[in-house]
């Protein structure tokens, strides 16, 4: 639970040791009895991670004490003309009034009211910002306070009816990010502070879900149109909030930061198009969004900053290959010697005509490569670079075309692709140095240096029939590429293509020139 908590109706600021008073009346029925009823009453069949009769009763008791202590959690944008009430303020019982206070008081008197808790936070008062630990503490604990409030209420500022929702200030800001995602109860109210729909949950279940959803029914509130409501409400928002953020209904419902390793740049997108009135907050404010921790360092700059949260990233999962699936500005040589990290989250922004692979499904191929998407080899943040083992393949160009600002090159790889050569996007900033009248053009040879390959201990490399990331080298120089990551797509490949001493294609492929080669970029 959060460090500090406003106690209603009262409004008391109360500490963690008073938190605690505050819920002892509401744990005394936890009794043995109650206990050893929940046990039997369990389906354990269906719990994860639990086994013995030990684990069985510490779940239980952990499930009674959290269904109790419940708290109302705020998302908000901050006032921009007056001043808000901060921790302070409300130590000191000086300045409250204004806007500020109005805020404060009416997310209280509605989440008592409307809401029944007797617990709420805000981050504008139940933070010391003065304490750089707190600070520092909370900004880390951010998104798991929100994922376990008993519900998150979203003041609109600038809603007064349902059209008004996607053209809001909050859905541009980078924190409110996290809130929107985080909550597994979530109600929307106006800049009169009314509610934008009826019912319990504007995060709720969808026409085609079961009726029946016990956490949808903690609140006795509306119950005559509750069914109604809980299966509609999020109909309703989510074409809303897909045009305001383009985060997809199945997103909204069934966001988890574990599985963000697989959709890394469509998750940057999100955050590419949200701003924060502190630099390093577009990177902090992103920790609990991918499920990361690291300390905050306000003055080290928006870079660095989303430096470490790749860092962050990189060590934290294993099929992460993804994170460098991107354009633009790579991180300054004052941050990090690597070129493969990029400057900031637009640097993920799909651009017209691009293609671009967001996430990657491995289920097609599965049968047939029975690894993960990672690095079959560690691929490694060193002080020189980050160290990657990438599959050498030798290419030439075969043609080169613009179209709308995209430029298409083609290229020809292996006795194969001689007839239909493989084809790959360039971007605008790298595409001349494949122009024929500069530097001899379709005189240079390149390399496909192939990093989404796979091998086992036979040396047998796969690579899968799906669009595969790389990067390409001038052969002169194998050691210093000329592109950033991109797609390539092949084109009339074995399904998946399978290199190999005993490939029955091996006589379409210059052996001595295809090779597994270490780099640091």
């Known amino acids: 639970m959060p460090i500090r908590l406003l106690q209603l109706p009262d409004m008391k600021l109360i500490e963690k040791g008073d938190i605690f008073k505050h819920l002892l009346p509401k744990l005394t029925d936890i009794t043995e009895s109650w206990i050893a009823d929940k046990i039997q009453s369990t389906k354990w069949e269906e719990v994860a991670f639990v086994s013995g009769k030990a684990d069985r009763r510490k779940r239980v008791i952990e499930e009674g004490v959290k269904e109790r202590a419940q ?18 303020d409300w130590k000191t019982q000086q300045n409250l009034s204004g806007a500020g206070y109005a805020k404060l008081k009416n997310f209280c008197q509605v989440a008592y009211r409307d809401h029944g808790m007797t617990l709420a936070w805000l981050d504008t008062l139940c933070i010391n910002k003065d304490s750089t630990s707190e600070l520092d503490e909370s900004i880390r604990s951010m998104y798991r306070w929100y994922r376990y409030s008993a519900i998150c209420i979203v003041i609109l500022a600038e809603t ?19 809130e929107l995602l985080a909550p597994g109860r979530l109600k929307f109210y106006s800049k009169s502070w009314t509610q934008l729909l009826d019912g319990h949950n504007d995060k709720g279940h969808t026409e085609k879900d079961d009726d029946d959803d016990d956490d949808d029914d903690r609140d006795g509130d509306n119950d005559s149109n509750h069914g109604k409501n809980k299966s509609s409400n999020l109909s309703v928002f989510a074409p809303l909030i897909e045009k305001a953020t383009g985060i997809s209904l199945d997103e909204l419902r069934t966001f988890d930061p574990a599985g963000t390793r697989r959709n890394i740049p469509t ?49 934290t999962y294993r099929d992460i290959l993804a994170i460098l699936d991107w354009s633009g500005k790579p991180i ?9 990290f990029p400057s900031g989250p637009e640097c993920y922004k799909r651009i017209l005509g691009e293609a671009r692979l967001e996430s990657f499904d491995w289920s097609d191929i599965q049968d047939y490569v029975p690894f993960s998407f990672a690095p079959k080899e560690p691929m490694t943040l060193t002080h020189l670079g980050i160290r990657i083992d990438l599959y050498c393949v030798p290419a030439t160009v075969h043609s080169f075309e613009e179209h709308d600002g995209i430029y298409t090159v083609s290229m020809k790889c292996g006795a194969r692709f001689r007839e ?89 492929w210059d052996k001595e020139k295809i090779s597994i080669k270490t780099f640091i970029l």
């Open 267 to 315: 998750r940057m997108i999100w955050a590419s198009k949200r701003v924060t009135t502190r630099e390093e907050d577009s990177a902090y404010c992103l920790m609990g969004f991918f499920g990361v921790s690291f300390s905050i360092a306000y003055g080290e700059g928006r870079e660095r900053a989303f430096f470490r949260l790749l860092e962050a990233i990189m060590t």
């Open 420 to 508: 239909e050569p493989i084809v790959i996007n360039v971007y605008p900033h790298t595409y001349r140095i494949f122009d024929e009248e500069e530097d001899e053009g379709y005189g240079k040879e390149f390399m496909f240096g192939i990093w989404t390959f796979e091998r086992d201990s036979q040396d047998t490399v796969y690579i899968p029939n799906q669009p595969c990331r790389v990067f390409l080298l001038e052969s002169t120089d194998h050691y210093q590429p000329i592109e950033m990551p991109r797609v390539w797509n092949k084109v009339d490949t074995p399904d998946p293509l399978r290199i190999s001493p005993d490939s029955p294609w091996e006589d379409d």
């Open 160 to 178: 007064t009816v349902l059209d008004d929702v996607p053209k809001d200030r909050w859905f541009t800001r980078g924190w409110t990010l996290q």
């Open 332 to 340: 300054g040589r004052d941050v990090h010697a690597t070129s493969l």
């Open 71 to 88: 708290y109302a959690i705020l998302s908000h944008t901050w006032l921009l003309d007056e001043r808000e009430i901060i921790y302070d």
